[in-house]
């Protein structure tokens, strides 16, 4: 029988289908807890427990017993997942069909988002600046060419981003941006702007194997399996004395925009936890708080970046480095790359190692084949903006960047577990 916190998970996936629904979920979770929103505009109170929110990012901090040596212990995720953005003009008309104007959002798997049921998701601003939530149902499709009409589809896929990836939404004319509107709640002639996203209408599913539950099937795991797993071990400070009465400052941090790079003002690498870090150290009732008090917290300080990382394909394995194997349900990956496309050397490991051995959770290790070129995290950025120790972490999947990612419910159990060890002083 799939677990509560699969369960849990499942429906956090499904609450957010945009990172700004996804920060709307974590900050119901963190007010059900107990913790108190801060406002950036304003003076800050020395809270125990607060939180910040930026567009589809959010920062949320847990004082315990601060100690003269204390420093942050903070794990980082992120809330955005490859996807179409809607561009600026909609809604197009083609053939007797209505369409949707949309660019590609980072990195996906694009074919996999060929004949799937979309809905549209995000913000709406209206021209006082207010932003209002939107989610519509399935809305929208990407036809592919049938093989009749193109007898080399099966040999050879090539498709243009601009014109095969755009999706219809109607027969016939149809308004969209009122159709938009209607489902937000604004008068579109009060309608200023929107960051709005396509997203998979298909619920979350448990399957495979001889227990029915080796595999998680869902849309946007890279990244919200770190967000839900750092969230859940965050909020456990709750019932763990040794996180609750802690020498350091936990932070959990989940930002947006890392699938296009984070350099943005709710992204890693701005200065949104940097200075959030500094008002939290300069509201705490602290001797000698300043710029060398700051420095000396940084210096005791660490940083786990938490994001996706990648299973062995048995269908591709030499794409993979031939004497490092990890597999969906061995546990979550330690990430290396000598090129410091991700933060993790040597003492960062050890670290990592330490919060695994305290849960007693297997990890594995990843490190790309040298002819396959490796991607990024927040790590770097995270690292070379604040100089802490930071390490690159994540459970493995399958499909990374497709539509619907493939992850085992065993790892995202584990990468909990570990993350409790960190926080808990490992």
């Known amino acids: 029988m799939t677990s509560e916190f699969i369960r849990d998970y499942a429906s956090f996936i499904s609450e957010s289908p945009s990172s700004f629904h996804a920060a709307q979920a974590i900050e119901r979770r963190l007010v059900e807890a107990g913790y108190v929103r801060q406002d950036e505009g304003a003076a800050w109170a020395g809270l125990a427990k607060g939180y910040v929110v930026r567009g589809g990012a959010v920062i949320a901090w847990h004082v315990g017993q601060v100690a003269d040596d204390c420093g942050f212990r903070v794990v980082g995720s992120h809330t955005d997942s490859p996807s179409f953005k809607v561009k600026p003009f909609p809604g197009s008309h083609a053939h007797g069909f209505g369409q949707v104007n949309v660019e590609v959002y980072g990195g996906p798997l694009l074919n996999s988002w060929l004949n799937r049921d979309l809905g549209i998701a995000g913000i709406v601003t209206d021209i006082d600046g207010v932003n209002h939530l939107v989610r519509t149902p399935a809305v929208m499709v990407i036809p592919q060419l049938a093989p009749h009409l193109d007898r080399s589809v099966n040999?050879?896929?090539?498709?243009?981003?601009?014109?095969?990836?755009?999706?219809?939404?109607?027969?016939?004319?149809?308004?969209?941006?009122?159709?938009?509107?209607?489902?937000?709640?604004?008068?579109?002639?009060?309608?200023?702007?929107?960051?709005?996203?396509?997203?998979?209408?298909?619920?979350?599913?448990?399957?495979?194997?001889?227990s029915g539950e080796d595999f998680f099937a869902s849309g946007r795991q890279d990244n919200l399996s770190s967000v839900f797993t750092s969230l859940t071990a965050f909020l456990s400070a709750e019932t763990d004395a040794a996180v609750s009465d802690g020498e350091d400052i936990a932070i959990f941090a989940a930002f947006d925009h890392e699938e296009v790079g984070s350099s943005t003002y709710s992204g890693a690498a701005g200065p949104f936890l940097e200075t959030t870090m500094r008002r939290i150290a300069a509201s705490l009732d602290m001797e000698g708080v300043g710029d060398e008090r700051f420095a000396r917290m940084i210096a005791n300080s660490s940083c786990i970046s938490a994001d996706a990382g990648h299973s062995i394909s048995p269908n591709k394995a030499n794409l993979h480095d031939?004497?490092?194997?990890?597999?969906?349900?061995?546990?979550?990956?330690?990430?290396?790359?000598?090129?410091?496309?991700?933060?993790?050397?040597?003492?960062?490991s050890a670290l990592w190692l330490r919060s695994a051995a305290a849960g007693g959770v297997a990890t594995q290790q990843f490190v790309s084949n040298n002819d396959v070129p490796c991607g990024s995290t927040i790590g770097p950025a995270t690292a070379s903006r604040l100089g802490i120790l930071t390490v690159d972490v994540g459970i493995p999947l399958l499909s990374m960047h497709s539509v619907r990612e493939l992850s085992s419910p065993a790892d995202l159990e584990a990468m909990t577990t570990i993350l409790q060890g960190y926080w808990a002083g490992a």
């Open 155 to 210: 040999d050879k896929l090539e498709l243009s981003r601009q014109k095969d990836y755009k999706p219809i939404w109607s027969v016939g004319e149809a308004d969209l941006l009122r159709y938009i509107c209607d489902h937000a709640g604004v008068d579109p002639q009060r309608a200023a702007a929107f960051d709005l996203f396509a997203y998979d209408v298909q619920a979350p599913l448990v399957f495979g194997g001889e």
């Open 322 to 348: 031939p004497d490092h194997h990890p597999v969906l349900g061995g546990g979550p990956l330690l990430k290396v790359n000598a090129n410091q496309r991700y933060a993790t050397e040597a003492t960062g």
